[in-house]
């Protein structure tokens, strides 16, 4: 009998046994609880404040988780800055347009002065995505924390790991599927859209030489003047808003545009054509709340793609640098 119970006992406990071993332990609620209970306080009350100055940070948060995310982990290597040749993440042409990371530096000093080496940066990129999404107008929700960063970069992989805007929806699926998000969690992402702008260099090719049949006429000629030339400059500022309702509102208005034949780039486009994605397309563009619970819950499944926890990688004291031991 004892024997019985001894076996069912470690049968019980292999499982966190192994975890142990492998240094590897699961994302949790308030993981800083103990170690740093202002630690989640302390990045909203900074996502507001860099908001109620720079209006656009708070789309950067977002856009940030997801290029995190998506290229091996969520465990901020988009942060780190080229060193000893080994390309930042940043220098992808993926990456193109993406900016306000020196804040993320603000917030990690704020962490810092109150927690020292203890909140990472991949916590960072992920509470700041949360909070700037409120501040977008959009839903609040609960995310789990204990990422750890990692000591490399892998711009080698973010080309393959990233989806292009010109790229076929079935392959923008197939993306996101290998990192466990579902066709209406990927259809409610691409709802980020809604906020934020494309620049000129993106969408050019959709207007000239000659225009898509795709795109609404009139929606054409407004695109035509924001980007009056098919070979725009990348360096300038030329660009149209995702939305020209809404432009700074995570709703539903970005599939209203959809089905009205004025979506920006190739991949929101193809969301209304393809037989998989036009059924959620036509549900979001009807219910708000809807379009909001399934883009909450495609936010965490993100944020929580193959996470370092444990005693894998690091806690940076500076997110565009490894630790020098």
């Not at 630690?39 to 995190?68: C, M, P």
């Not at 040749?85 to 940043?90: C, L, R, Y």
């Not at 795709?214 to 030339?229: G, Q």
């Not at 970005?254 to 190739?266: D, I, S």
């Amino acid at each position: 009998m004892a024997r019985t119970i001894s076996s069912a006992l470690i049968f019980l406990l292999l499982p966190l046994l192994l975890q142990f071993y492998s240094g590897k332990s699961e994302l949790q609620f308030n993981y800083y609880a103990q170690s740093c209970p202002r630690a989640e306080e302390i990045i909203k009350e900074q996502v507001v404040k860099l908001y109620s100055k720079h209006g656009n940070t708070a789309v950067s948060w977002v856009r940030n988780l997801f290029h995190d995310c998506m290229v091996k982990s969520c465990d901020a290597s988009l942060l780190l800055e080229t060193v000893n040749g080994i390309e930042s993440e940043k220098a992808s042409p993926r990456s193109f347009g993406m900016r306000n990371f020196k804040y993320v530096n603000t917030i990690k000093a704020a962490v810092e002065s109150e927690c020292p080496m203890t909140v990472s940066c991949a916590d960072i990129v992920a509470l700041s995505a949360r909070d700037g999404v409120v501040m977008l107008g959009g839903p609040r929700f609960e995310m789990k924390t204990g990422r750890r960063d990692s000591t490399e970069s892998y711009g080698a992989a973010v080309e393959d790991s990233i989806p292009n805007h010109n790229d076929s929806i079935s392959l923008v699926l197939s993306r996101f599927q290998s990192i466990g998000v579902d066709v209406e969690g990927t259809v409610a992402l691409l709802g980020s859209h809604s906020v934020g702008r494309v620049h000129c260099v993106n969408l050019v090719h959709r207007i000239y030489p000659t225009v898509d049949p795709t795109i609404d006429p009139d929606y054409a000629e407004y695109l035509k003047r924001r980007c009056p030339t098919p070979d725009p400059d990348p360096q300038a500022v030329l660009y149209s808003r995702n939305d020209r309702e809404t432009p700074m509102i995570l709703d539903n208005n970005y599939y209203k545009n959809l089905l009205g034949h004025k979506g920006l780039l190739m991949v929101d486009q193809q969301l209304t054509s393809d037989p998989l994605t036009s059924p959620y397309v036509e549900k979001m563009a009807a219910d708000n709340g809807y379009f909001h619970d399934q883009f909450s819950r495609a936010v965490v499944l993100l944020s929580e793609n193959n996470p370092l926890t444990g005693d894998q990688g690091e806690i940076r004291k500076d997110c565009r640098f490894v630790n020098s031991n």
